[in-house]
């Protein structure tokens, strides 16, 4: 089955550029998927990608897939104090029925 | 507007007093899960139902149970809570279980 990693904690400084990263196992994933959980908030879905896509744009948001590596990365540029927040990725695993995994979030901490 | 609603959103309660979280969405979704949110374990998917009277074991389904009568209703029940179930509860639907999930705001439950 799917198993979804990310490191936990991410600090930047206001203005500049957050890398938040993620490694998955499940190569069949057809999606994969970035979430926001803001404070007391349930998750939304942030972007997402194909796995037939390398890269994908979003306005601040660009999603990398490296298929080879089994490496996902979400960049924010222009990182505001509006981005704090704990960041998932998600695969969907292909183990006994299609369903999404998600990795266990990362925390962005924007500072001045 | 398309949400998925829970309540209650906070909740303390006593070693083996049965409760009950609800959870309804409005989307006619067919697939609805429940996840539990603990630190640095990310979700992990306690129940799902792939539609009505459809329903099976998640990740971590011991001392829960869950019922579908209803397409947009997807209880939790904890017959007997324990201090080991405190935790933020989220439900989840979607239209497949591949697909983006649209989450509810969390229960925080604590057990005491």
């Known amino acids: 089955g799917e198993d979804v990693e990310q490191s936990l904690f991410l600090s930047v400084r206001e203005g500049d550029s957050s890398v938040i990263n993620c490694t998955y196992t499940?190569?069949?994933?057809?999606?994969l998927y970035w979430y926001k959980q803001e404070p007391g908030a349930g998750l939304q879905l942030l972007t997402y990608?194909?796995?037939?896509?390398d890269m994908k744009q979003d306005q601040r948001l660009t999603v990398l897939l490296n298929k080879k590596d089994k490496h996902l990365s979400l960049r924010i540029a222009d990182t505001q104090t509006g981005d704090s927040a704990i960041y998932f990725c998600?695969?969907?695993?292909?183990?006994?029925?299609?369903?999404?995994?998600f990795g266990a979030g990362t925390r962005l901490a924007v500072h001045p | 507007e398309a949400q998925v609603t829970q309540n209650p959103r906070y909740l303390i309660t006593v070693t083996g007093k049965k409760l009950t979280v609800t959870c309804s969405q409005n989307?006619?979704?067919?697939?609805m899960s429940w996840y539990r949110q603990d630190p640095g374990l990310g979700l992990r998917q306690i129940y799902y139902?792939?539609?009505?009277?459809?329903?099976d074991k998640g990740d971590v389904p011991e001392g829960y149970k869950v019922s579908r009568k209803e397409k947009r209703n997807f209880p939790l029940i904890l017959e007997s809570p324990s201090p080991n179930q405190t935790s933020l509860y989220f439900c989840?639907?979607?239209?497949?279980?591949?697909?983006?999930?649209?989450f509810g705001p969390g229960t925080r439950l604590t057990v005491t």
């Open positions: 989840a639907s979607s239209s497949a279980p591949q697909y983006e999930q649209y």
């Open positions: 499940d190569s069949s994933s057809t999606y």
């Open positions: 990608i194909f796995s037939n896509m």
């Open positions: 998600a695969g969907v695993s292909s183990g006994g029925y299609n369903k999404l995994i």
């Open positions: 989307m006619n979704h067919e697939y």
């Open positions: 139902s792939m539609n009505v009277e459809v329903t």
